[in-house]
């Protein structure tokens, strides 16, 4: 299983296709950086509304490696699903569409193996596309803008997170971004059992997660008590609920605290019950399709 996990691996990454993602997130978080590094201050400006014209803002600390990071996971981590997708939706059906799907099911493992093998390199993808993102985002950002406390909007208020209780939020929000980009993996993945072409599921990959999010930010009180609750678009942005922390009694920040931890525990095994599912119907699927090519 190892030696199929490495010719699956190696089969992702001689792909130009799949280098498309990391230089596009490279491309649009240097643009990011160079931004706010230059025209920063207009950006808070905005961002701070009425704030800024009753306290004086100190620009120059607030503008710093975790808020840039912030920015930027908030402004990507929507589109990168799309580029999950380039790769999720050619596993199978690239396959197919080469004409090496047959010869792939006469090897001595079942078609269950071969897709879970498959799906584990696709995973292994996405965890290092994230791994990508955190070095630009999160080290490049510290590097070129320093570390200071950081500032979270929250409707009408400001969160003040001290620098020293940051870190750990990061690591756990690109854990949670990891299984949220690896449901849309699966569903991809599912997508393209069906298919002899891989633009057929990445198409529809694309749509079907840009549908969603549009449903999933819509507000119609029967729709929002009913179906939202179950889309997993309405769950991939949990991530943020790790920066939102309890205030305590003279509302200041109760360090090292989440305000509410079990809707990001639901979040997450809401997402993880959708893997299953998607993965279980891909499994199902193939053992019963006629491979003719």
Same mark, same amino acid.
């Given at each position: 299983?190892?030696?199929?996990?490495?010719?699956?691996? %190696?089969?992702? %990454?001689?792909?130009?296709?799949?280098?498309?993602?990391?230089?596009?997130?490279a491309a649009i978080i240097i643009l990011i950086q160079l931004g706010l590094k230059f025209d920063g201050r207009s950006y808070l400006e905005l961002l701070m509304g009425d704030i800024s014209a009753s306290f004086e803002v100190p620009y120059d600390k607030v503008l710093n490696g975790y808020f840039v990071a %912030? /920015?930027? !996971?908030?402004?990507? !981590?929507?589109?990168?699903?799309?580029?999950?997708?380039? /790769?999720?939706?050619d596993s199978v059906a690239g396959e197919a569409n080469m004409g090496t799907l047959r010869l792939l099911i006469t090897k001595p493992i079942t078609r269950t193996q071969l897709l879970l093998v498959?799906?584990?390199?696709? /995973?292994?993808?996405? /965890?290092? !596309?994230?791994?990508?993102?955190?070095?630009?985002?999160?080290?490049m950002s510290i590097l070129f803008f320093g570390t200071n406390d950081i500032l979270i909007a929250r409707n009408d208020v400001m969160e003040q997170i001290e620098k020293a209780d940051i870190l750990w939020r990061y690591m756990a929000a690109f854990g949670f971004a990891a299984v949220a980009l690896s449901t849309v993996a699966a569903l991809a993945f599912l997508l393209s059992v069906f298919a002899d072409n891989s633009i057929?599921?990445?198409?529809?990959?694309?749509?079907?997660v840009i549908v969603f999010t549009i449903l999933s930010e819509l507000k119609i009180p029967m729709y929002d008590k009913t179906v939202k609750p179950y889309l997993f678009t309405s769950h991939m942005l949990a991530w943020k609920g790790f920066f939102y922390s309890?205030?305590?009694?003279?509302?200041?920040?109760i360090r090292g605290s989440i305000e509410n931890l079990p809707a990001i525990g639901r979040s997450f095994w809401i997402l993880i019950g959708y893997i299953v599912a998607f993965l279980g119907t891909a499994i199902i699927s193939f053992k019963r399709k006629d491979i003719l090519s």
């Open positions: 299983m190892w030696k199929l996990l490495q010719i699956e691996l %190696f089969k992702i %990454f001689r792909k130009p296709r799949t280098y498309i993602s990391f230089g596009a997130i %912030f /920015v930027i !996971l908030n402004a990507l !981590l929507i589109h990168v699903p799309l580029l999950v997708a380039l /790769v999720a939706g498959k799906y584990a390199a696709t /995973v292994i993808y996405t /965890v290092m !596309l994230l791994a990508w993102m955190a070095i630009l985002a999160l080290l057929g599921p990445i198409v529809a990959t694309m749509c079907i309890r205030m305590g009694p003279d509302n200041s920040v």
